[in-house]
């Protein structure tokens, strides 16, 4: 089993409709989860951040993490066309050097106007 | 915000020759990676640095090495690069969380 699954999609949807992005984990170590945007020929850049459990809202961009089920989500509310990406969901444990990332292969997103 | 620069976006190079990647951070942070990403294979670690001086091989260290003389800089060293090294190449930078640069992606004819 991986340390992260995602699906990697590809994941079309009309403009304005909620999506739903989601990875499991599989070590309970995980402390850090993160998403990040990857568009095309472009490096990841950071969207959302959270420590432990719960919610994260930022604009249209929701973030859910649920430790007991080893399982994050990310929702995006009227989802625009500049959305077409693809989504990595990471997460991190410490480790000797500080802190080890564990990336999921990353969801392709089209939003279709 | 934290800034990761990368000396190339696209760089074209010929099995055999040497190739350096560059990457600089502006954010005085300690840890320093590089990343190859790949369609189906997600990203995976190389090498990561703690600290001027010291590095630590990644998942896929092999055909691959690293300097690191001052803290804002990480090179990645290909000593003859051959075509399965073809691939985007990611630098990051992190404190709780990782920050990347825009990435070079490499061709090896």
């Known amino acids: 089993q991986k340390e992260v699954e995602q699906d990697p999609g590809p994941l079309s949807v009309p403009e304005g409709a909620i999506v739903s992005l989601n990875c499991t984990y599989s070590?309970?170590?995980?402390?850090?989860f993160m998403w990040y945007r990857q568009y095309s020929r472009k490096g990841p850049e950071l969207l959302m951040y959270t420590y432990s459990s719960g919610n994260k809202e930022d604009g249209r961009f929701t973030a859910q993490v649920d430790k007991s089920s080893k399982y994050i989500s990310l929702f995006i509310r009227d989802s625009q066309p500049s959305d077409s990406a693809t989504y990595l969901c990471?997460?991190?444990?410490?480790?000797?050097?500080?802190?080890?990332?564990?990336f999921g292969p990353g969801t392709r997103l089209s939003v279709l106007p | 915000d934290v800034k990761v620069t990368q000396s190339s976006r696209y760089l074209v190079k010929r099995t055999g020759e040497k190739v350096f990647l560059e990457c600089v951070q502006d954010?005085?942070?300690?840890?320093m990676f590089w990343y190859r990403q790949d369609p189906g294979l997600g990203l995976r670690l190389i090498y990561f640095?703690?600290?001027?001086?010291?590095?630590e091989k990644g998942d896929i260290p092999e055909g691959y090495s690293v300097s690191r003389e001052k803290k804002e800089r990480f090179s990645l060293i290909l000593e003859s690069a051959s075509t399965n090294q073809t691939s985007m190449y990611l630098c990051?930078?992190?404190?709780?969380?990782?920050?990347f640069g825009p990435g070079t992606r490499l061709t090896v004819l």
């Open positions: 990051a930078t992190h404190t709780d969380t990782q920050y």
């Open positions: 070590n309970s170590a995980f402390q850090y």
């Open positions: 954010m005085d942070h300690e840890n």
């Open positions: 640095s703690y600290d001027v001086k010291m590095k």
């Open positions: 990471a997460m991190s444990a410490k480790g000797n050097y500080g802190q080890n990332f564990v």
